[in-house]
């Protein structure tokens, strides 16, 4: 699913009226139905209906809503920023078809403070408020009666649905928050999510709903031009059953690389997670001091022990690189997942340099595999550009938090953050690797160019052990759906993986306190999110947030 700029909605827009010959009008019925039918749903209860209206066809959206409520008998009323005369076009005929066809519909013009005083009461005794004010044109910020009608709306405990987009929220900005946008508890927006449905936290609630409602544009209509595209649709890949004659070999060998004195709970929850996340087989190679507590994390998971060195750290030493004990670690294996709890001893680091140099399985790098890279990117570009066994472009996936990104890109932590995208983007090309930059909207960026965002997850994954599980999600995903190695399959397989490891903690949130929520409980909700579909039954798209998310 594309991610459109405000001016590519307004040219899917003119492309699907002038070029596919669907009525703008009809696009405003659609959407506003669209905006009735999910509030009929999810406030089903709600008997008293405020929509609040501007003058363009944000609130001719509004007005289409109105009138479905009020003949589904809600007591609505439509509070209009401006007088009547002053609509236009497919506006102006939503509102007179308000009149005609729901004459007990009170309208209220809010011309100035006395009216909007006049319309307050109705507010205040809401069940739901409906914003449909300003919609994806509208640059800030909210001015004059906007911002009074802001302020009073700010002060009742009803919920809030918004139509396309929280009033005063700029359709185009990448940002967490917007200062002096409307409240929304749910928003409804139409044909394609916008950069700030992405990558805004638009409602109160962590799990408030961010929802796509398809209102009649083709799919030829819909061009981006910035090649950014929402992860959570890739989840569909793992939405088919398993054939019924299945054997563990159809499913990928997953091979864990990690660990060194005193850690080993980091390959242990990326073992465990690339089983959970329905890998045929997984085997952590450890050194061999940690190789029993890592044993006891599942018996279903390999195990091959690795000689170690004796720095500080006591990680893997360089004679397990021989050609035969190599041959012999990789015999059968079809991912490798490198990095947790190496630890940072320069003879891991070079050990891991000689690994990633001489192995062409798809490998997932992370954690201090990473660290091993921090002044030596370039070798990371001349693996990244070999050919694997069978001849094609090898796969490399770098998951790194900001940190880990800073010291692979030689910048700050501050830099990283202040151009996520343009960063995560060049990095992939000129290293022709994906890149998963985790954070707050994790990016997946592509080797040509692409940027996937991912739109789940919560503040309870900010806990030791996430980054170890998304590893071991990753390895196994790449292990199912990316045998072909094409790199459609590979870009699909990473985006679920980032996706489902985000919707997993969702639901381990939702179910907890998310004070207590530990990573490895991430792993007890992966079921949950496996089965879920991001589609509703009413066709809407859920960009963000649970269903059936607790108040």
Same mark, same amino acid.
């Given at each position: 699913?594309?991610?459109?700029?405000?001016?590519?909605?307004?040219?899917?827009?003119?492309?699907?009226?002038?070029?596919?010959?669907?009525?703008?009008?009809?696009?405003?019925?659609?959407?506003?139905?669209?905006?009735?039918?999910?509030?009929?749903?999810?406030?089903?209860?709600?008997?008293?209906?405020?929509?609040?209206?501007?003058?363009?066809?944000?609130?001719?959206?509004?007005?289409?809503?109105?009138?479905?409520?009020?003949?589904?008998?809600?007591?609505?009323?439509?509070?209009?920023?401006?007088?009547?005369?002053?609509?236009?076009?497919?506006?102006?005929?939503?509102?007179?078809?308000?009149?005609?066809?729901?004459?007990?519909?009170?309208?209220?013009?809010?011309?100035?403070?006395?009216?909007?005083?006049?319309?307050?009461?109705?507010?205040?005794?809401?069940?739901?408020?409906?914003?449909?004010?300003?919609?994806?044109?509208?640059?800030?910020?909210?001015?004059?009666?906007?911002?009074?009608?802001?302020?009073?709306?700010?002060?009742?405990?009803?919920?809030? &649905? +918004?139509?396309?987009? @929280?009033?005063?929220?700029? /359709?185009?900005?990448?940002?967490?928050?917007?200062? %002096? !946008?409307? =409240? #929304?508890?749910?928003?409804?927006?139409?044909?394609?999510?916008?950069?700030?449905?992405?990558?805004?936290?638009?409602?109160?609630?962590?799990?408030?709903?961010?929802?796509?409602?398809?209102?009649?544009?083709?799919?030829?209509?819909?061009?981006?031009?910035?090649?950014?595209?929402?992860?959570?649709?890739?989840?569909?890949?793992?939405?088919?059953?398993?054939?019924?004659?299945?054997?563990?070999?159809?499913?990928?060998?997953?091979?864990?690389?990690?660990?060194?004195?005193?850690?080993?709970?980091?390959?242990?929850?990326?073992?465990?997670?690339?089983?959970?996340?329905?890998?045929?087989?997984?085997?952590?190679?450890?050194?061999?001091?940690?190789?029993?507590? &890592? +044993?006891?994390?599942? @018996?279903?998971?390999?195990? /091959?022990?690795?000689?170690?060195?004796?720095?500080? %750290? !006591?990680? =893997? #030493?360089?004679?397990?690189?021989?050609?035969?004990?190599?041959?012999?670690?990789?015999?059968?294996?079809?991912?490798?997942?490198?990095?947790?709890?190496?630890?940072?001893?320069?003879?891991?680091?070079?050990?891991?340099?000689?690994?990633?140099?001489?192995?062409?399985?798809?490998?997932?790098?992370?954690?201090?595999?990473?660290?091993?890279?921090?002044?030596?990117?370039?070798?990371?570009?001349?693996?990244?550009?070999?050919?694997?066994?069978?001849?094609?472009?090898?796969?490399?996936?770098?998951?790194?938090?900001?940190?880990?990104?800073?010291?692979?890109?030689?910048?700050?932590?501050?830099?990283?953050?202040?151009?996520?995208?343009?960063?995560?983007?060049?990095? +992939?090309?000129?290293?022709?690797?994906?890149?998963?930059?985790?954070?707050?909207?994790?990016?997946?960026?592509?080797?040509?160019?692409?940027?996937?965002?991912?739109?789940?997850?919560?503040?309870?994954?900010?806990?030791?052990?996430?980054?170890?599980?998304?590893?071991?999600?990753?390895?196994?995903?790449?292990?199912?759906?990316?045998?072909?190695?094409?790199?459609?399959?590979?870009?699909?397989?990473?985006?679920?993986?980032?996706?489902?490891?985000?919707?997993?903690?969702?639901?381990?949130?939702?179910?907890?306190?998310?004070?207590?929520?530990?990573?490895?409980?991430?792993?007890?909700?992966?079921?949950?999110?496996?089965?879920?579909?991001?589609?509703?039954?009413?066709?809407?798209?859920?960009?963000?947030?649970?269903?059936?998310?607790?108040?």
């Amino acid at each position: 699913m594309e991610i459109l700029t405000s001016t590519e909605m307004g040219a899917a827009d003119w492309r699907t009226a002038e070029q596919f010959g669907v009525p703008s009008a009809t696009l405003m019925e659609n959407a506003g139905t669209a905006v009735a039918r999910f509030c009929l749903r999810r406030y089903a209860a709600a008997r008293r209906v405020v929509v609040l209206c501007g003058k363009g066809n944000n609130g001719g959206d509004g007005m289409v809503a109105a009138r479905v409520l009020a003949a589904a008998g809600a007591g609505v009323a439509v509070l209009l920023l401006g007088r009547e005369d002053e609509l236009k076009g497919e506006a102006a005929e939503a509102l007179r078809r308000l009149r005609a066809e729901a004459p007990a519909v009170v309208l209220h013009p809010v011309l100035d403070e006395t009216a909007l005083a006049t319309a307050s009461g109705a507010i205040a005794s809401a069940d739901l408020l409906i914003d449909a004010i300003v919609g994806t044109g509208f640059k800030p910020p909210l001015r004059g009666m906007a911002v009074a009608l802001r302020e009073r709306v700010e002060r009742v405990d009803a919920p809030v &649905v +918004a139509v396309d987009l @929280p009033s005063g929220w700029d /359709a185009d900005s990448t940002a967490q928050s917007a200062e %002096g !946008a409307f =409240p #929304a508890d749910a928003v409804v927006t139409f044909t394609a999510p916008k950069l700030a449905h992405a990558f805004g936290h638009l409602t109160r609630a962590t799990f408030g709903p961010v929802v796509v409602a398809e209102i009649g544009s083709p799919a030829e209509a819909i061009v981006s031009t910035s090649g950014v595209h929402w992860a959570g649709a890739a989840k569909s890949i793992a939405e088919h059953p398993r054939e019924m004659n299945s054997n563990k070999g159809m499913y990928g060998h997953v091979l864990v690389l990690g660990g060194s004195y005193g850690t080993a709970g980091a390959p242990s929850m990326a073992s465990l997670a690339a089983l959970r996340a329905g890998a045929g087989l997984v085997t952590a190679a450890v050194p061999r001091s940690i190789l029993s507590m &890592v +044993a006891a994390v599942a @018996p279903e998971l390999m195990l /091959a022990p690795l000689p170690e060195h004796q720095e500080d %750290g !006591a990680g =893997p #030493a360089l004679e397990s690189l021989k050609q035969d004990e190599l041959a012999n670690l990789l015999h059968g294996k079809t991912v490798v997942a490198i990095g947790p709890g190496l630890g940072r001893a320069k003879a891991t680091q070079q050990f891991v340099r000689s690994f990633v140099e001489r192995v062409s399985l798809p490998m997932v790098i992370d954690a201090d595999a990473l660290n091993a890279f921090a002044g030596s990117v370039d070798l990371l570009m001349g693996a990244a550009t070999r050919n694997d066994a069978a001849g094609r472009p090898r796969t490399l996936v770098l998951t790194p938090h900001p940190g880990e990104m800073a010291r692979l890109a030689g910048v700050t932590i501050q830099q990283v953050e202040a151009n996520r995208i343009d960063l995560a983007r060049s990095f +992939a090309t000129e290293h022709k690797l994906t890149l998963v930059l985790k954070g707050w909207r994790t990016l997946i960026a592509h080797p040509d160019g692409r940027i996937a965002v991912n739109t789940s997850g919560n503040p309870a994954m900010a806990k030791g052990g996430s980054g170890d599980i998304l590893t071991g999600i990753v390895a196994a995903m790449l292990a199912q759906y990316a045998r072909s190695g094409t790199a459609e399959d590979v870009a699909r397989a990473v985006e679920a993986a980032v996706y489902l490891h985000g919707l997993a903690a969702d639901f381990a949130a939702n179910a907890m306190d998310r004070h207590t929520v530990l990573a490895t409980d991430t792993l007890a909700h992966l079921s949950e999110a496996f089965r879920y579909r991001t589609k509703d039954a009413g066709g809407l798209a859920w960009i963000c947030g649970l269903r059936e998310a607790k108040a």
